[in-house]
């Protein structure tokens, strides 16, 4: 009897690990999103009669979905309005896809989100202006997409962003303020858009930056000579814009950069362009 009451517990607990699973709700979600991106047309498909945990590109822990990787697999149509409902997602990776529509606002109330990664596709529409509330965000990479709208001035609350990629794209209005609080930001790149207005003086504040790409948009007046403040800055692209003024020649001489493009009416004074490079119109 003694070994009988030995068994018992460590076979439930066996039993308990090995058939443990998501919750239905999550599970609906993943199904949803299966159907919705034409699963059966993806590169790697899913199994919808084997448990989740063997799908691929989904991580589960404690019986929840904490992560989803779908790079690069094909995936087509629009993103349900459910994917919120992942309450417990960390990482969203669906980049390099084939995804249109817009990105459905419900993934702003997933308060766990550290990286949303979804670059190469086709998405449209704004960027939810909810996107302040995730304030466990580390990663907001949207580039190469049809995003268009105005940057939403609740990305200053983003107080954990260390990356915001949206460049190639069809995004329009000025560099809101707001930007300039993010202290932890390393990468801003807004190249290729459609975007207008003065850079913030205050972006030399964000003396993490590692890369400043603002290049090919009509940014006007003058570039701030706080940028010099970036001491950690390594790439700064400022070519094809409409500022008023020449550029300062001590912008260039960041001694952390390894590449630069700069355009304006004219630069001050010649620069060596061995380890740089200059564009000037």
Not at 121 to 150: A, C, T, V, Y
Not at 204 to 214: P, V, Y
Not at 244 to 253: K, V, Y
Request: aromatic share 6%.
């Amino acid at each position: 009897m003694k070994t009988l009451k030995l068994i018992l517990p460590v076979f439930l607990a066996f039993t308990t690990f090995c058939f443990s699973a998501i919750s239905e709700s999550e599970k609906e979600v993943l199904i949803s999103l299966y159907n919705s991106t034409n699963g059966e047309s993806w590169n790697q498909k899913w199994d919808l009669t084997q448990s989740a945990e063997n799908w691929h590109g989904v991580t589960i822990i404690n019986d929840q979905v904490v992560k989803l990787n779908l790079s690069s697999n094909n995936l087509s149509g629009n993103l349900p309005s459910n994917l919120g409902d992942l309450s417990n997602l960390r990482v969203l990776d669906l980049s390099f896809n084939k995804i249109i529509g817009e990105i459905p606002t419900s993934i702003c109330t997933i308060v766990p989100l550290e990286n949303i990664v979804l670059y190469m596709n086709r998405f449209e529409g704004n960027i939810p202006s909810e996107i302040g509330d995730l304030e466990n965000l580390k990663e907001l990479s949207l580039f190469n997409n049809g995003i268009s709208g105005e940057i939403p001035t609740s990305i200053g609350r983003l107080k954990n962003l260390m990356t915001l990629h949206l460049s190639s794209n069809s995004i329009q209005g000025s560099i809101p303020s707001e930007i300039t609080m993010l202290s932890q930001l390393e990468i801003l790149s807004v190249f290729d858009n459609k975007m207008v207005g003065e850079i913030p003086i205050g972006i030399g504040h964000l003396t993490q930056l590692t890369e400043l790409s603002l290049g090919n948009n009509s940014f006007n007046g003058i570039v701030p000579i706080e940028i010099t403040n970036l001491n950690k800055l390594a790439i700064l692209l400022l070519n094809n814009n409409k500022f008023d003024t020449n550029i300062d020649e001590r912008i260039a001489q960041i001694p952390s950069l390894i590449h630069y493009e700069l355009s304006s009416p004219k630069i001050k004074t010649p620069i060596n362009i061995e380890q740089n490079s200059i564009v000037l119109e």
